[in-house]
């Protein structure tokens, strides 16, 4: 009796942004449909894929340390090949091979969609080989994706690449120029997302507020939400990387307007001293910061607002960083994320002299995380007692549920946790703040 041959088993890493989970999806969906068998143990799988993140320095270090991880596990004998994918490849290339002894293909972003034929050849290969191009300047069709979310919400992306010149910046260099999706090809993945489940959307882009400039359609963001607000089934929209300069009048409406667009805007803004900023070659000023936050909180007086700053830029002083905390206290963000900066290679900022000590940059660092550790801890103190609507996401064997109301979002955000759910993820529910807990919401369902 002839056996059955067994079938390749692939591992998969998918490492970074949202931008990239996107990537890691249609790579599992193109590996399932070749007839690969993907399995959650990656230390014992015969070919591993690694999709890496390569945007700032703790990035790449979490993204080699991943490939050396696996790497052990070839040496030892329990994996047979290891890819690596994603950004790291765009930013390093064939370097990597010496970077990390041992791995046998380097992918770039251009080659995404050719991931099964690349493991195919992998495993025939004696030879390590890359697959680098200048592809990754085509729109990429992300329709059909095996979701690593848990399906009730998913990332929606709605361009690639930015054409903005932040001076600490390495995405145009990872992601090439900025170029939206056409429309119907954002509207057909989104319908695609909703009939399988989805019932919240994160849109997702380097940069939301510029989509649809290079194609010439007018208030082409506002247009596009409003076309997806008519899919049946879809609940929350929610935006996400939104440049501040970028947010006009008639996105606001569209914004106020709206039954499935949540009262949530991330909009990173970086810093708000008006020489740091230019040293950082963003247009915005800190006047225009207050004016947007004024005529946000205005217009939406239930907005929940998150933003991104960098302490420690090349040249900044004591009192230009105590006029970013005091900022931060003026505007009281509901969720913030900092970073100190760091001199990526081939930026601008690399250059630029008057680096600020790491110790000084970690001491700044920690006052303003305090500083908005007390702002959002006064804020979950106040929603106590006040009603809910909640997004389940997960329910453990105790009927404790892990859910989200609409100011929180997936994977970033703090959560609401759900004393006695009753509901099964993906279900709306009505709840009632009745404690905090650090960051997150104890609520129960009413």
Same mark, same amino acid.
């Given at each position: 009796?002839?056996?059955?041959?067994?079938?390749?088993?692939? $591992?998969?890493?998918?490492?970074?942004?949202?931008?990239?989970?996107?990537?890691?999806?249609?790579?599992?969906? *193109?590996?399932?449909?070749?007839?690969?068998?993907?399995?959650?143990?990656?230390?014992?799988?015969?070919?591993?894929?690694?999709?890496?993140?390569?945007?700032?320095?703790?990035?790449?270090?979490?993204?080699?340390?991943?490939?050396?991880?696996?790497?052990?596990?070839?040496?030892?004998?329990?994996?047979?090949?290891?890819?690596?994918?994603?950004?790291?490849?765009?930013?390093?290339?064939?370097?990597?091979?010496?970077?990390?002894?041992?791995?046998?293909?380097?992918?770039?972003?251009?080659?995404?969609?050719?991931?099964?034929?690349?493991?195919?050849?992998?495993?025939?290969?004696?030879?390590?080989?890359? %697959?680098?191009?200048?592809?990754?300047?085509?729109?990429?069709?992300?329709?059909?994706?095996?979701?690593?979310?848990?399906?009730?919400?998913?990332?929606?992306?709605?361009?690639?690449?930015?054409?903005?010149?932040?001076?600490?910046?390495?995405?145009?260099?990872?992601?090439?120029?900025?170029?939206?999706?056409?429309?119907?090809?954002?509207?057909?993945?989104?319908?695609?997302?909703?009939?399988?489940?989805?019932?919240?959307?994160?849109?997702?882009?380097?940069?939301?507020?510029?989509?649809?400039?290079?194609?010439?359609?007018?208030?082409?963001?506002?247009?596009?939400?409003?076309?997806?607000?008519?899919?049946?089934?879809?609940?929350?929209?929610?935006?996400?990387?939104? %440049?501040?300069?970028?947010?006009?009048?008639?996105?606001?409406?569209?914004?106020?307007?709206?039954?499935?667009?949540?009262? %949530?805007?991330?909009?990173?803004?970086?810093?708000?001293?008006?020489?740091?900023?230019?040293?950082?070659?963003?247009?915005?000023?800190?006047?225009?910061?207050?004016?947007?936050?004024?005529?946000?909180?205005?217009?939406?007086?239930?907005?929940?607002?998150?933003?991104?700053?960098?302490?420690?830029?090349?040249?900044?002083?004591?009192?230009?960083?105590?006029?970013?905390?005091?900022?931060?206290?003026?505007?009281?963000?509901?969720?913030?994320?900092?970073?100190?900066?760091?001199?990526?290679?081939?930026?601008?900022?690399?250059?630029?002299?008057?680096?600020?000590?790491?110790?000084?940059?970690?001491?700044?660092?920690?006052?303003?995380?305090?500083?908005?550790?007390?702002?959002?801890?006064?804020?979950?103190?106040?929603?106590?007692?006040?009603?809910?609507?909640?997004?389940?996401?997960?329910?453990?064997? *105790?009927?404790? $549920?892990?859910?989200?109301?609409? $100011?929180?979002?997936?994977?970033?955000?703090?959560?609401?946790?759900?004393?006695?759910?009753?509901?099964?993820?993906?279900?709306?529910?009505?709840?009632?703040?009745?404690?905090?807990?650090? %960051?997150?919401?104890?609520?129960?369902?009413?």
């Amino acid at each position: 009796m002839k056996r059955k041959k067994q079938k390749v088993t692939v $591992g998969f890493i998918s490492l970074g942004c949202p931008k990239n989970s996107v990537d890691s999806e249609r790579m599992l969906a *193109e590996i399932a449909e070749a007839g690969f068998l993907i399995t959650a143990d990656p230390d014992t799988a015969d070919v591993v894929v690694i999709n890496t993140c390569g945007f700032i320095a703790p990035a790449k270090a979490e993204s080699l340390e991943a490939i050396r991880h696996t790497l052990e596990h070839k040496l030892s004998g329990a994996v047979k090949k290891v890819i690596v994918a994603g950004c790291l490849p765009e930013r390093e290339g064939e370097q990597l091979f010496s970077q990390a002894e041992g791995i046998d293909a380097v992918v770039g972003l251009g080659q995404r969609d050719n991931i099964a034929g690349i493991i195919k050849k992998t495993l025939s290969r004696r030879h390590p080989a890359a %697959y680098l191009n200048q592809s990754a300047q085509t729109i990429l069709d992300d329709r059909t994706r095996l979701l690593i979310t848990p399906g009730h919400w998913a990332y929606l992306r709605i361009s690639e690449g930015c054409n903005h010149r932040c001076s600490f910046c390495t995405i145009p260099a990872i992601r090439g120029r900025f170029r939206s999706k056409p429309p119907e090809l954002v509207l057909s993945e989104a319908g695609e997302l909703v009939s399988s489940g989805t019932v919240e959307l994160n849109i997702i882009a380097q940069d939301s507020t510029s989509y649809g400039r290079d194609l010439k359609i007018k208030n082409s963001l506002a247009a596009l939400i409003s076309e997806l607000e008519k899919i049946t089934g879809l609940s929350w929209i929610r935006l996400m990387y939104l %440049y501040p300069t970028e947010i006009y009048d008639t996105l606001i409406d569209t914004i106020t307007k709206s039954e499935k667009i949540v009262h %949530y805007l991330d909009i990173p803004i970086q810093h708000v001293n008006n020489t740091i900023l230019k040293a950082m070659r963003r247009p915005d000023s800190k006047d225009q910061l207050i004016r947007l936050i004024e005529k946000l909180r205005k217009a939406m007086p239930d907005i929940i607002l998150r933003t991104t700053v960098i302490v420690g830029f090349p040249g900044e002083t004591e009192h230009q960083f105590t006029e970013l905390l005091d900022f931060i206290k003026w505007a009281k963000f509901d969720a913030l994320g900092c970073f100190s900066f760091y001199p990526e290679s081939g930026t601008a900022a690399e250059k630029m002299p008057n680096h600020v000590s790491e110790k000084i940059k970690q001491q700044r660092l920690e006052e303003l995380m305090l500083t908005q550790q007390e702002i959002a801890f006064t804020k979950n103190k106040n929603r106590i007692g006040s009603q809910l609507t909640c997004l389940v996401d997960a329910v453990d064997s *105790e009927n404790e $549920g892990r859910g989200r109301f609409y $100011g929180q979002a997936p994977d970033i955000d703090s959560i609401c946790i759900i004393k006695k759910c009753q509901a099964r993820p993906g279900k709306f529910i009505n709840t009632k703040v009745i404690g905090t807990k650090d %960051y997150d919401l104890i609520v129960e369902q009413i």
